[in-house]
């Protein structure tokens, strides 16, 4: 049976209730950094498994809950998630090499505020950036992505429209 992810990045301290209605079908929820405010998360749906780092912008208390990095494998996935990643093939600095050495199936940061899903060949690795859920930065559309892990290989991956940046949601 296939493991749901839901995946948010750049919250920036805002949530609204349309991410709960996406995320409540997920198994687990993974925010790749820019929390901002960690009260936010309390409005996630409750039990379920949640995995997450910090950002540039996250202050000391999301630093001591959060890593830098997190390096784990599920349903056969090997993945690595950092805030600032950079993009293939122009990775942040120490990404690329860091990469190289973790060999990971599935590489996932957040911070360019861009939605954007592309396979890095030279690494043998699938990129995902969620975008930005949050009200906070240049994007135009707030953005998650929602996909399976299942059995190695990572399927059925949906881009998630959530509103214009700048219009609060009822």
Not at 3 to 9: C, D, E, F, V, Y
Not at 106 to 111: E, M, S, T
């Amino acid at each position: 049976m296939p493991l749901k992810i839901g995946l948010i990045s750049d919250s920036h301290s805002y949530l609204d209730h349309k991410i709960g209605d996406y995320l409540q079908a997920v198994d687990e929820i993974w925010h790749a950094g820019d929390i901002g405010d960690a009260s936010i998360l309390n409005l996630l749906p409750p039990n379920k498994p949640f995995r997450a780092v910090y950002g540039n912008i996250d202050d000391q208390e999301v630093q001591e809950l959060y890593p830098e990095w997190q390096v784990f494998e599920l349903e056969g996935v090997k993945v690595a998630m950092i805030h600032i990643g950079g993009t293939p093939p122009r990775y942040a600095k120490g990404v690329k090499e860091r990469l190289r050495m973790l060999q990971p199936q599935l590489f996932v940061c957040g911070h360019s505020h861009i939605c954007k899903v592309e396979y890095d060949r030279e690494l043998n690795c699938l990129y995902m950036n969620p975008g930005a859920v949050g009200q906070h930065g240049f994007h135009q559309m707030r953005t998650l992505l929602l996909f399976d892990l299942d059995a190695g290989k990572i399927t059925n991956l949906r881009v998630v429209e959530l509103g214009k940046r700048g219009v609060l949601s009822d």
